[in-house]
């Protein structure tokens, strides 16, 4: 039931948005001077498979702002990088996608996941904006998103949350808690982890995370 009503949702929206010329959709294009063949459907099954992980609706609802170019862009999973996805240990199976020789990690990814990984599969991840913004003719860049672009994705917001119906909301970011309140949702706001924030989010969530059942 979650994955067939979370993925319904999730799969319409990413397959009906075109990339732009500083937007990518990593979930139906590829990019050959980076992805390797079949990548934007393996990213999808990838993404597939970490909704699959949820028998129950989580209690936790984590947002965060957008993919880096160097975590969900190559892995399709929000947070998380493409070698955290074939760890042994890491809770959600998946695939690479680059055209690297070793997978790609990502510092937030990291973080994210030491700190919050004990609590899965009680909380889900999602991004404001879902696919991956960059400056134009950089597309290993990132840069902030545009509240045009935040707001175009409000609707799948919206639908996600009504039917997770958490108890808990984190906005992790600005862009994050301004989706949020956009979308008519109340949040705890947590630090980002990137740029020198790994030990304010982790203490912020902490308590957070222990009161959890």
């Known amino acids: 039931m979650v994955l067939s009503e979370l993925w319904h949702l999730v799969d319409t929206k990413l397959s009906a948005t075109p990339s732009t010329p500083d937007l990518f959709n990593f979930y139906v294009e590829t990019d050959a001077a980076f992805d390797a063949p079949g990548a934007a459907e393996t990213r999808r099954a990838n993404l597939r498979a970490y909704l699959g992980c949820f028998e129950s609706m989580p209690d936790v609802f984590v947002l965060a702002e957008a993919p880096g170019p160097w975590g969900c862009r190559f892995s399709g999973v929000p947070v998380t990088s493409e070698a955290q996805l074939i760890e042994t240990e890491f809770p959600?199976?998946?695939?690479?996608?680059?055209?690297?020789?070793?997978?790609?990690?990502?510092?937030?990814?990291?973080?994210y996941w030491r700190v919050m990984g004990e609590a899965f599969p009680n909380f889900l991840t999602w991004n404001a904006v879902p696919l991956h913004p960059h400056r134009i003719g950089e597309p290993m860049s990132i840069r902030t998103p545009r509240?045009?672009?935040?707001?175009?994705?409000?609707?799948?917001?919206?639908?996600m949350l009504h039917i997770a119906a958490p108890?808990?909301?984190?906005?992790?970011?600005?862009?994050?808690?301004?989706?949020l309140s956009w979308a008519g949702w109340s949040s705890i706001y947590v630090r980002h982890p990137s740029q020198g924030g790994a030990r304010i989010f982790e203490r912020q969530v902490r308590p957070i995370l222990a009161r959890l059942p």
């Open 147 to 159: 509240s045009t672009e935040v707001k175009s994705f409000l609707p799948l917001l919206k639908d």
């Open 167 to 179: 108890k808990i909301v984190l906005a992790m970011g600005r862009t994050a808690e301004r989706a």
């Open 92 to 111: 959600v199976d998946g695939h690479p996608t680059s055209l690297k020789p070793k997978p790609l990690g990502e510092y937030t990814a990291r973080i």
